[in-house]
């Protein structure tokens, strides 16, 4: 099954990987314009971890790369550099930042929770897409294996 681009016409089918491609896209989006807009909130988050503003810039190209790729054919790349992504900005919640900044009610925190299972779920089922077409490719001749031979093994 060739997974397409979330702007192409789907099948019902298809919305158990467009949906988490949409989720993670949505998120990571919507942090996009604070980060490079300079915002109070993401200047202060950098200012913490030593990446003012460079790291801030550096970030939110990636994310916005990311955020491009699950909208295209090449989502598993997407997916697989927003789990990174997010996954160091966790790492930096539990080591300097905490679960609440800035009186958000750990709304920051929620949100990196939600895009890290979705893009685990984006990545998980792409590889069960893949293992499921090698083992429908992949055929043993029965009546050519002996029995006692194949069991011994």
């Known amino acids: 099954m060739k997974v397409k681009p979330i702007f192409h016409s789907f099948e019902s089918k298809d919305l158990i990987h467009i949906i988490p491609r949409l ?10 314009p604070f980060k490079f807009g300079g915002a109070e909130e993401s200047i202060w988050i950098f200012e913490q971890i030593g990446w003012e503003p460079w790291g801030r810039y550096l970030i939110a190209s990636i994310e916005a790369a990311s955020t491009i790729l699950l909208l295209t054919n090449y989502y598993i790349i997407g997916a697989i550099i927003s789990l990174s992504i997010i996954s160091a900005a966790n790492f930096l919640h539990f080591t300097k930042l905490g679960f609440i900044v800035n009186d958000d009610g750990g709304t920051l925190f929620i949100l990196s929770i939600v895009v890290i299972f979705c893009s685990l779920w984006i990545v998980l089922y792409w590889n069960m897409q893949r293992v499921e077409q090698q083992v429908a490719n992949f055929e043993i001749d029965w009546e050519d294996v002996d029995e006692d031979e194949f069991l011994a093994d």
């Open 23 to 32: 989720i993670v896209a949505i998120i990571l989006g919507q942090t996009l």
